[in-house]
């Protein structure tokens, strides 16, 4: 049962145009929603993370947008560049529950080309 | 400040035949999280552990263990290995078992012959 579901699964953006990854969830109990970039050969290193209580947040070009009653989250990248160029994982996690179990989606190839 | 490190970083094992993986966490950081990563596809939660004990686990056999020790580095073992194991297998390492902020290592790509 994959609980969080991702896309597109690529993506090829012109430099400066907007990116849009979208994803969506199953589990309500779910309560911290990060995206992850991964460059490869590397691990996911954490971009940017929302919770359930804001509707958007913004950190310099990167945006996540959150829609509790759709159980739906997409990142915006403004400004893309051929440095974002990279595979962003969205994810999903249930606090209080003594730990963070983070469920992945599967990922999106974003390729923003010159 | 070192991040997660991560030994080996390449294993080629046959089927049948156990591994240990290796992590070391970024400094400061108490808790280690394990995912497996199949090519392709999003990271799926292993274990974690905290204070020496395992403290959640995902839906994977017995036949992956883990332990942690008390430096806070923690070794993965998969013992019995099949084709599927196949596998990234990274570490994240966090301030508490109650964060989701995890920086991850860079992994341990393990290939089962």
């Known amino acids: 049962q994959q609980q969080v579901k991702q896309s597109p699964q690529s993506l090829i953006v012109q430099k400066g145009g907007i990116s849009i990854i979208n994803c969506a969830y199953e589990?309500?109990?779910?309560?911290?929603f990060p995206w992850y970039q991964q460059f490869p050969g590397k691990g996911p290193a954490l971009l940017i993370a929302?919770?359930?209580?804001?509707s958007e947040k913004k950190e310099g070009r990167f945006t996540i947008s959150f829609n509790k009653s759709a159980k739906q989250f997409s990142l915006h990248i403004m400004d893309s560049q051929p440095g974002d160029s990279a595979t962003y994982f969205c994810?999903?996690?249930?606090?209080?529950?003594?730990?963070?179990?983070?469920?992945f989606g599967k990922g999106t190839k974003l390729s923003v080309i010159p | 400040d070192a991040g997660v490190t991560q030994s080996p970083t390449h294993l080629i094992k046959t089927r049948g035949q156990q591994v240990t993986l290796r992590c070391s966490p970024k400094?400061?950081?108490?808790?280690v999280s394990w995912y497996q990563q199949a090519l392709g596809q999003g990271p799926q939660f292993i274990f974690q552990y905290y204070e020496e004990e395992e403290r959640q686990r995902g839906n994977f056999p017995d036949r992956f263990s883990g332990h942690q020790f008390p430096n806070y580095s923690s070794e993965l073992n998969v013992n019995a290995l099949l084709l599927g194991d196949s596998a990234l297998y990274l570490c994240?390492?966090?301030?508490?078992?109650?964060?989701?902020?995890?920086?991850f290592g860079e992994g341990s790509r393990l290939t089962v012959l």
């Open positions: 400094s400061g950081h108490d808790t």
């Open positions: 994240a390492s966090s301030m508490g078992p109650n964060t989701g902020e995890l920086f």
């Open positions: 929302i919770r359930p209580d804001v």
């Open positions: 994810a999903a996690a249930r606090s209080g529950a003594g730990s963070y179990q983070l469920t």
């Open positions: 589990n309500t109990a779910f309560d911290y």
